[in-house]
């Protein structure tokens, strides 16, 4: 009997195997359009006054006196996902994966190459704000008390929760998200190299302050703001690859010598090799070794192999049929990872396997993983496995996409989302007014389109459409900024 079971799961496994290495059977997606709205998405999430271009016209200005309280303007950005809350280390992240996305795919962005640029800046303008007191050793990390904020479900535009500042110093260090905004920083400065030489100055100029400033002062933020960031954006993973993260982004902005020494004097003591396969807001190993994995693969950086074997390592273990108990893949063939809002991790990974397999091309390599050789085409055929799952083939036949496609999350997890607007309901509505909306068993008012919801988080490919699930049903921001970059090499190459 136990053999016949054991039969069965090997022949499964064996199948999903065969069925993500395959390629596509897909009836095909419009990936520009997708492409189109996974950056529309970004603008129903901005805070502060709202351009004269705003497309999604459901939204109005929110968050206008942000900052007020401690003597500094921090009205723009983003809220992280479907609360009113701008939390500093996401945002950051989410910029600079946009900035990776315009880096690596702008050539292949098309006409939707303007407004990937304005939801990088939209993101750095903001980061620029919170970071206008370095000279005084003060970054603003966040704004909003989430006890608050979660205790209501209201609008934007309506919120008079509390905007508390929280900030981080010298003596109550937070080297992660000062790190990850140094990163973001300097990832855009090159975005806007050639296209606006003085403000690519400043980002690359703030990004060196800001990285000094997180490397003088260690420690994990969550230590220094328990309350105001734990469990939301608790700092798990240490701080250590954020540094190394940010290091190598610097690098690549600067070209300074000075950077890529730190790397290697850094590579042992902040554990650059540590949980290879994780990728994400708290979590950079991953990205470190294939951003930096690129100079070795272009012959120019030997002294840096050690990352490229990491990087390597990595891409074995996300191939299904390796046994990895971090990364599995659900019957239907999704990423899927332990956890909440498991499509962050399906689009994070799925961009890093993207970008690698295109330094893999460049250079004319391959990855050897046992008895199997990972060729740049396979990395490609495996991404685009996940950005078609997301899309609808998958066993609902579900769109995880807002607006795409026939059948789409209707509930979400969102509070500008599920209450009627300002011009179907100019009327405030308050804290607990909004709770009916929260409960109510009807689609969302308003289309939040482009959103990525988290998606299935069992290996039973289900998904309940439903916003008190928000583990399955709220999208963020740093879910859809990796999914730019996959969109668009998907749109030119179906």
Not at 140 to 155: A, I, K, M, T, Y
Not at 466 to 475: A, G, H, K, L, W
Request: aromatic fraction near 10%.
């Amino acid at each position: 009997m136990a053999r016949n079971v054991l039969s069965s799961v090997t022949t499964f496994r064996v199948l999903t195997v065969l069925l993500l290495l395959l390629p596509s059977i897909s009836a095909g997606h419009d990936y520009h359009d997708a492409l189109r709205k996974s950056i529309l998405f970004f603008e129903g999430q901005r805070s502060g006054k709202l351009p004269s271009d705003q497309r999604l016209r459901w939204r109005r200005d929110s968050g206008m006196d942000d900052g007020a309280t401690a003597g500094v303007d921090l009205t723009g950005g983003y809220y992280d996902a479907g609360d009113n809350i701008k939390f500093g280390f996401p945002m950051a992240f989410t910029t600079t994966m946009l900035s990776w996305s315009v880096i690596d795919f702008e050539k292949v962005m098309g006409p939707e190459l303007g407004n990937a640029l304005k939801s990088v800046r939209w993101g750095t303008d903001y980061l620029l704000k919170a970071t206008s007191k370095i000279g005084s050793g003060v970054v603003f990390v966040q704004v909003g008390d989430p006890l608050s904020d979660h205790n209501c479900w209201e609008r934007p535009e309506d919120m008079d929760t509390l905007r508390t500042v929280f900030k981080i110093d010298g003596s109550h260090p937070g080297s992660d998200v000062a790190g990850e905004t140094a990163a973001a920083l300097a990832a855009a400065s090159i975005v806007f190299r050639s296209r606006d030489p003085a403000y690519s100055k400043k980002l690359l100029n703030r990004a060196v302050t800001v990285f000094d400033f997180a490397d003088r002062h260690r420690g994990a933020y969550s230590n220094s703001l328990h309350r105001a960031v734990c469990p939301f954006y608790c700092d798990v993973n240490g701080y250590q690859d954020e540094l190394l993260w940010a290091a190598a982004w610097l690098h690549k902005a600067s070209r300074r010598r000075l950077y890529r020494e730190y790397i290697i004097r850094n590579e042992v003591v902040l554990r650059a090799g540590d949980t290879i396969n994780e990728f994400g807001w708290d979590n950079k190993h991953a990205g470190i070794n294939v951003l930096i994995s690129k100079e070795v693969l272009m012959g120019r950086a030997n002294y840096f192999s050690s990352f490229k074997q990491n990087a390597d390592e990595f891409i074995c273990s996300t191939l299904p049929g390796f046994s990895h108990p971090q990364v599995q893949y659900s019957p239907g063939g999704l990423i899927f990872k332990a956890g909440g809002s498991n499509m962050q991790h399906v689009t994070s990974l799925s961009f890093l396997l993207l970008a690698y397999s295109n330094y893999l091309s460049h250079a004319n390599k391959v990855v050897p993983c046992g008895d199997t050789t990972a060729t740049p085409a396979l990395l490609k055929r495996l991404a685009k496995r996940q950005v078609d799952y997301i899309l609808g083939d998958n066993p609902l036949g579900m769109s995880y996409m807002v607006g795409y496609g026939v059948h789409y999350p209707q509930r979400i997890h969102h509070r500008g989302s599920s209450i009627p607007s300002v011009s179907a309901h100019p009327a405030r509505i308050g804290c607990k007014a909004g709770s009916q909306y929260f409960f109510s068993p009807n689609p969302n008012p308003n289309v939040l389109v482009g959103a990525v919801v988290g998606g299935p988080t069992n290996t039973t490919d289900s998904f309940p459409d439903s916003r008190p699930f928000y583990q399955q049903s709220e999208p963020t921001t740093y879910i859809n900024a990796p999914l730019v970059g996959l969109l668009a090499f998907f749109s030119a190459h179906p």
